[in-house]
């Protein structure tokens, strides 16, 4: 199983963003993916998640309403789309997936997936 983020960079306050996260190895519409993010010196936190079949989606408190995640299962491929984005918004982030069925309720603990992406950098800055 591969995972690999693209679409960080550098934006201004207020910009936006759209993540990348492309599988190979394993069909992402039949499992739970999610979106997590570590800015230096601070833990990794979970940012966003969505269910099998898009019928469930979780995000943080900090990105609700500002972040969206989606699906495109014809490319295998789950995206996270940020707007007007803050500089506390800038980390790596990263996606994680699960062959497990995911207890919703544990979706942003990392220990609840098993394959990780590389990290992709977002940075919020003028």
């Known amino acids: 199983v591969q995972l690999v983020e693209s679409g960080g960079g550098l934006v201004q306050p207020g910009g936006s963003l759209r993540l990348s996260c492309a599988a190979s190895?394993?069909?992402?519409?039949?499992?739970?993916i999610a979106w997590f993010r570590q800015a230096p010196g601070k833990e990794r936190e979970g940012v966003s998640c969505?269910?099998?079949?898009?019928?469930?989606?979780r995000y943080a408190d900090s990105v609700k309403g500002r972040f969206t995640i989606s699906r495109d299962n014809a490319k295998n491929t789950v995206y996270l789309q940020m707007n007007n984005l803050k500089p506390e918004d800038a980390a790596v982030y990263y996606c994680?997936?699960?062959?497990?069925?995911?207890?919703?309720?544990?979706?942003?603990?990392?220990?609840?997936?098993?394959?990780w992406g590389q990290g992709t950098q977002v940075t919020v800055s003028s």
């Open positions: 994680a997936t699960t062959r497990r069925v995911l207890v919703l309720r544990l979706w942003s603990s990392f220990d609840q997936y098993e394959y």
């Open positions: 190895g394993l069909t992402l519409d039949y499992y739970s």
């Open positions: 969505i269910g099998p079949n898009d019928r469930t989606t």
